[in-house]
C-alpha cells in the first residue's frame, strides 16, 4: 500500500511517465503495473525479479527518463544506473497501521488469483488443502497454508489475522530490513507520517507534494477511526478482525478458472 502510494507522489515529477489520481474510496493507489502491458506480467515483476535490460526497455517503451516499479521482491542491486529503495518501519504503532490498510484495502478483498498462483493451488499435494483453496478461494487461505498459519481444525480467518502479524512485522519487515549494499532505506513512520520526505527528495532530485501526502495518511487515521480500529490497543487485532470479518469469511470457486 504505502509503496503504490509514494510511486504514484514520485510520478508527479518532470521526468516520470504521468500518472493520474487513482486513489479508490478507500484510498487505495491503483498504481499502474508497467510490466504487464510490455511482458505480461500479472506481478509487478516476473519470479525472477528485475534485468537491467527490463529497465531499459521499459523506459524505452514508455518515452520517459524514469519509472518506479513497486514490488514486494527484494533483489539484489543489478546497476548503478538505477536506484533501489527498500521502505520498513520499526515503529510497531505504524506497522499496525499499515496491516490494517493491508487487510481493509485489499487483502479481505474477494478475488480471483493471478494464474501463476492458481498454477501452484493446483500443484498443491495436500489434497486436502488442494480443494479447499480451489473449491473455497480467499485469497488470505493461500498465506495462511504457505506460511502454516491455520489451525488443526481448519481455516480460521480470525486465527490467521491474530497470527500472520508475527512474519508480516518480525519477518518480512525486520529481518528483511538488514542493510543490503546498494539499498536506500526508508522507515515509513518517518517518510509517510511524520512527512520527513527530505533525503528522498535529494536522493531523486524530486519534490514531493505534502498536500497530497498529508491528505493520504489523514485519510488512512480517519479509516481507522470509521471502524474502531486503536492501533495502541491490546484489542487491535480482534478490533480489526471484526472490521474485516465478513469480507473475510466469502469465498469462490475457482476450479475452473
Known sequence: ????????????????????ESADS??????????????????????????????????????????????????????????????????VPIARLCYA???????????????????????????????????RWHKWKFLAWRERVHTEDGWDARHYIHNYFTRYYYIYNHLNSN?????????????????????????LNITIDQKILQNYTERNRSMLDLHGIDIHSNNFFDQLADAVMDNMNLSMDISNL
Open 101 to 135: 490498510m493491508w487487510f481493509i484495502k485489499a487483502h479481505s478483498i474477494l478475488a480471483p488469483p493471478w494464474p501463476e498462483r492458481l498454477d501452484r493451488i493446483r500443484a498443491i499435494r495436500t489434497r486436502k488443502d488442494r480443494n479447499e483453496l480451489l473449491t
Open 1 to 20: 500500500m504505502s509503496g503504490d502510494f509514494l510511486a504514484y507522489l514520485i510520478h508527479q515529477n518532470a521526468g516520470y511517465n504521468p500518472v493520474p
Open 179 to 203: 542493510h543490503r549494499r546498494g539499498y536506500n532505506y526508508y522507515d515509513v513512520a518517518d517518510l509517510l507520517y511524520k512527512s520527513d520526505v527530505g533525503a528522498l527528495e535529494e536522493q
Open 26 to 91: 478507500n484510498n487505495k493507489y491503483l498504481f499502474p503495473n508497467w510490466c504487464q502491458e510490455v511482458y505480461g506480467w500479472n506481478n509487478k515483476v516476473s519470479d525472477r525479479g528485475l534485468r537491467h535490460s527490463d529497465n531499459l526497455h521499459l523506459t524505452r517503451h514508455y518515452n520517459c527518463d524514469n519509472l518506479v516499479i513497486p514490488t514486494h521482491r527484494f533483489q539484489k542491486p543489478f546497476s548503478t544506473d538505477f536506484e533501489f529503495i527498500r521502505l520498513y518501519t520499526h515503529d
